[in-house]
């Protein structure tokens, strides 16, 4: 089993769609979770961190639930700017700093 | 640029040569990550350091590479008797206390 899982799509979606991703992870002692963009060809960029709590950016929410080991991304009225490549992190384990990075989830939103 | 620059951008090389590529933090960050992506993955963590001191290492890491960071400061990857199987690309991120890290724009490694 990966340590990262994601569907790697593509999804394709309208403008002004909500379009959910999930991702689920192995590792139960994992403490730190993000969403992480990446445009074609070029580096992978912070989104957001994801808390216990669940947090919202604008129009990006992330959740995670720990019971379940899954985190999700919650894009809503998506933009043609939106479409890149989302990935799903974990760190690998409590006290270290190595991230562990899913596949990613491929989005494209169309005119 | 106050980002985290990578040196070269793209370096081409003939198996059995040795590569080294470079990577310049952001300038406060004194954690220092290296990470391979191969077409259609995510990165693949390599190594960390915190300030000068090399912390973590992943089993990828073979004899082959090996990473320093003198002075706290930048950092080298090198790639001795380089292989087919290493074309890939080769980013560096930095991070200041917590686990979000800011990557670099990366190297692209293709070996003939």
């Known amino acids: 089993r990966k340590e990262v899982e994601q569907d790697p799509g593509p999804f394709n979606v309208p403008e002004g769609a909500t379009v959910a991703f999930n991702c689920t992870y192995s590792?139960?002692?994992?403490?730190?979770f993000f969403w992480y963009r990446q445009d074609c060809r070029k580096e992978p960029k912070l989104l957001m961190s994801?808390?216990?709590s669940g947090n919202e950016d604008g129009r990006f929410t992330a959740q995670l639930n720990r019971a379940s080991q899954y985190i999700s991304l919650l894009i809503r009225d998506s933009k043609l700017s939106d479409s890149a490549t989302y990935l799903c992190?974990?760190?690998?384990?409590?006290?270290?700093?190595?991230?562990?990075f899913g596949s990613g989830t491929r989005l494209q939103v169309q005119p | 640029d106050t980002g985290v620059s990578q040196d070269p951008r793209h370096k081409i090389t003939k198996r059995g040569q040795n590569v080294t590529f470079r990577c310049d933090p952001i300038?406060?960050?004194?954690?220092l990550y290296w990470y391979r992506q191969t077409l259609g993955q995510g990165p693949e963590f390599l190594t960390y350091?915190?300030?000068?001191?090399?912390?973590?290492k992943s089993r990828l890491l073979s004899d082959r590479f090996s990473a320093e960071r003198p002075k706290g400061s930048f950092s080298t990857l090198e790639i001795q008797r380089t292989e087919q199987g290493d074309s890939a690309m080769y980013l560096c991120?930095?991070?200041?206390?917590?686990?979000?890290?800011?990557f670099g724009p990366g190297t692209r490694l293709t070996v003939l």
């Open positions: 991120a930095s991070s200041l206390r917590s686990d979000e890290q800011f």
């Open positions: 590792n139960s002692a994992s403490q730190s």
């Open positions: 994801v808390y216990s």
């Open positions: 992190v974990v760190n690998k384990e409590t006290g270290r700093r190595a991230l562990t």
């Open positions: 300038s406060e960050h004194n954690r």
């Open positions: 350091f915190q300030n000068e001191a090399q912390l973590e």
